[in-house]
Nanobody
């Protein structure tokens, strides 16, 4: 089993920044591609960003491109999501997930094998 724990969420004003962390334990973290997803109340879970096992290949949803940056430190078993220029529409519960089978990274949530419990991000207007 791979355990994932998110942290770094909170309340921030429009235009502010937050950095989310996803700490992994239990298995070789570098064997997994990792993605960030979010879910707002009454909405479906949506893809935010993903990073390959080495950190070389990265993909973003159009809605966050240019504002969010995903990165990983395999030595620390951690993936980060730096969120800048936050907007009220970024308000959601943010989850990280790990995918063992991805060739580089995956977008569909159904491809992911392990999920964290999530962390709340609230952006006030």
């Amino acid at each position: 089993q791979l355990q994932l724990v998110e942290s770094g969420g909170g309340l921030v004003q429009t235009g502010g920044s937050l950095r989310l962390s996803c700490a992994a334990s239990g298995r070789t973290f570098s064997s997994y591609a990792v993605g960030w997803f979010r879910q707002a109340p009454g909405k479906e879970r949506e893809f935010v960003a993903a990073v390959s096992r080495s950190g070389t290949n990265i993909y973003y949803a159009d809605s966050v491109k240019g504002r969010f940056t995903i990165s990983r430190d395999n030595a620390k078993n951690t993936v980060y999501l730096q969120m800048n220029s936050l907007k009220p529409e970024d308000t959601a519960f943010y989850y990280c997930a790990a995918d063992f089978r991805a060739s580089m990274y995956s977008v569909p949530a159904t491809d992911y094998d392990y999920w964290g419990q999530g962390t709340q991000v609230t952006v006030s207007s």
